[in-house]
């Protein structure tokens, strides 16, 4: 199993001057590698790339952080905090940004093991995406949310509907002449009707599911703190599987990339089966019982091993 580092406060450092925090980079990671994932659709609204470096709005409590990350050595990270809505950059609000980022690019995770199974599907993966980490999506509802949009359409449209949604719904901050978006919290949300939501083309159903989640979440009865805390992998599934509109692929989507589980494995996902079908050179795709037993050689690591097949077609 993937040994995981907490994230430490202490390892930060603050260059005033500047405003941009330093977080170490763990062996191996290559920035190229993720930026490069990152820089997949030309459609994405929560974040831009440009020469370099990653531009994102978050939320920092009730505020807007604006922020900037690049690393030119592999070696550090720089988080240049470019605009803050709040009083003051207090040494908390500094922390929550970099564990923000910590998260984002999964910097937690030792993938010593992952580079040293014999799997040769593994090997192929690793050796072509050498420094990759498993981006996520941090923030609970987000996750959740994407999971919903994605169901049963191709990968195009669901960043157009994501897209519609957050520039309908969500928070923006104008800078030096470009729009920066957050995504839309649940109580956003959750204050919806379904119409407002098929008028964006969501089906009536992903529309319910997405307002019930928001409801969940904004009434405190599903949280991101509450999940984690259950600790075991399947009692976070069976949590996750009781909320309406959330099927197993969505449960281990959510798994996967927001609550860092490594035994997260959306086993029916249409682009797994494609990445495997087009690794191992085959006329059709696997079944999905050829899959699991695939991926008995990915034991403990099928959430990384899930994302790196991904990659090949992305």
Same mark, same amino acid.
């Given at each position: 199993?993937? $040994?995981?580092?907490?994230?430490?406060?202490?390892?930060?450092?603050? $260059?005033?001057?500047?405003?941009?925090?330093?977080?170490?980079?763990?062996?191996?990671?290559?920035? =190229?590698?993720?930026?490069?994932?990152?820089?997949?659709?030309?459609?994405?609204?929560?974040?831009?790339?440009?020469?370099?470096?990653?531009?994102?709005?978050?939320?920092? %409590?009730?505020?807007? +952080?604006?922020?900037?990350?690049?690393?030119?050595?592999?070696?550090?990270? $720089?988080?240049?905090?470019?605009?803050?809505? %709040?009083?003051?950059?207090?040494?908390?609000?500094?922390?929550? &940004?970099?564990?923000?980022?910590? =998260?984002?690019?999964?910097? %937690?995770?030792?993938?010593?093991?992952?580079?040293?199974?014999?799997?040769?599907?593994?090997?192929?993966?690793?050796?072509?995406?050498?420094?990759?980490?498993?981006?996520? &999506?941090?923030?609970?509802?987000?996750?959740?949310?994407? #999971?919903? &949009?994605?169901?049963?359409?191709?990968?195009?449209? +669901?960043?157009?509907?994501?897209?519609?949604?957050?520039?309908?719904?969500?928070?923006?901050?104008? !800078?030096?002449?470009?729009?920066? !978006?957050?995504?839309?919290?649940? =109580?956003?949300?959750?204050?919806?009707?379904? *119409?407002?939501?098929?008028?964006?083309?969501?089906?009536?159903?992903?529309? =319910?599911?997405?307002?019930?989640?928001?409801?969940?979440?904004?009434? %405190?009865?599903?949280?991101?703190? #509450?999940?984690?805390?259950?600790?075991?992998?399947? +009692?976070?599934?069976?949590?996750?599987?009781?909320?309406?509109?959330? #099927?197993?692929?969505?449960?281990?989507?959510?798994?996967?990339?927001?609550?860092?589980?490594?035994?997260?494995?959306?086993?029916?996902?249409?682009?797994?089966?494609?990445?495997?079908? $087009?690794?191992?050179?085959? *006329?059709?795709?696997?079944?999905? *019982? *050829? &899959?699991?037993?695939?991926?008995? #050689?990915?034991?403990?690591?099928?959430?990384?091993?899930?994302?790196?097949? !991904?990659?090949?077609?992305?």
């Amino acid at each position: 199993m993937p $040994h995981l580092q907490a994230f430490d406060p202490s390892s930060l450092k603050w $260059h005033e001057q500047t405003s941009t925090l330093s977080l170490a980079l763990p062996e191996p990671f290559r920035y =190229e590698q993720n930026i490069g994932y990152l820089s997949r659709s030309t459609n994405e609204c929560l974040f831009v790339v440009d020469n370099s470096s990653i531009y994102k709005l978050l939320f920092i %409590g009730d505020n807007l +952080a604006l922020i900037a990350v690049h690393s030119e050595d592999d070696v550090v990270l $720089h988080i240049q905090i470019i605009h803050y809505t %709040g009083a003051s950059l207090t040494s908390t609000v500094r922390e929550n &940004i970099a564990r923000y980022v910590w =998260e984002w690019f999964d910097l %937690g995770t030792d993938l010593t093991s992952l580079y040293e199974m014999k799997d040769p599907i593994l090997r192929q993966v690793t050796e072509e995406f050498r420094g990759l980490r498993l981006m996520g &999506i941090p923030d609970l509802f987000e996750a959740m949310s994407w #999971g919903i &949009i994605g169901q049963q359409i191709n990968l195009a449209f +669901a960043y157009t509907l994501k897209r519609r949604l957050v520039e309908t719904f969500g928070t923006s901050l104008e !800078w030096e002449g470009r729009t920066f !978006w957050a995504f839309p919290t649940p =109580e956003r949300i959750a204050a919806l009707t379904t *119409e407002d939501l098929t008028a964006l083309q969501f089906t009536g159903k992903k529309a =319910e599911y997405l307002i019930g989640v928001a409801n969940l979440m904004a009434q %405190g009865a599903l949280s991101k703190a #509450g999940l984690l805390a259950m600790s075991d992998f399947l +009692a976070m599934e069976k949590e996750l599987l009781r909320i309406r509109g959330i #099927g197993p692929w969505t449960a281990n989507y959510v798994l996967m990339r927001c609550l860092r589980n490594p035994a997260a494995f959306p086993l029916a996902d249409v682009g797994l089966h494609n990445a495997l079908k $087009h690794v191992l050179g085959l *006329e059709a795709k696997p079944s999905l *019982e *050829e &899959i699991r037993q695939l991926a008995e #050689g990915w034991r403990g690591w099928e959430a990384y091993a899930t994302f790196y097949l !991904w990659r090949v077609l992305y």
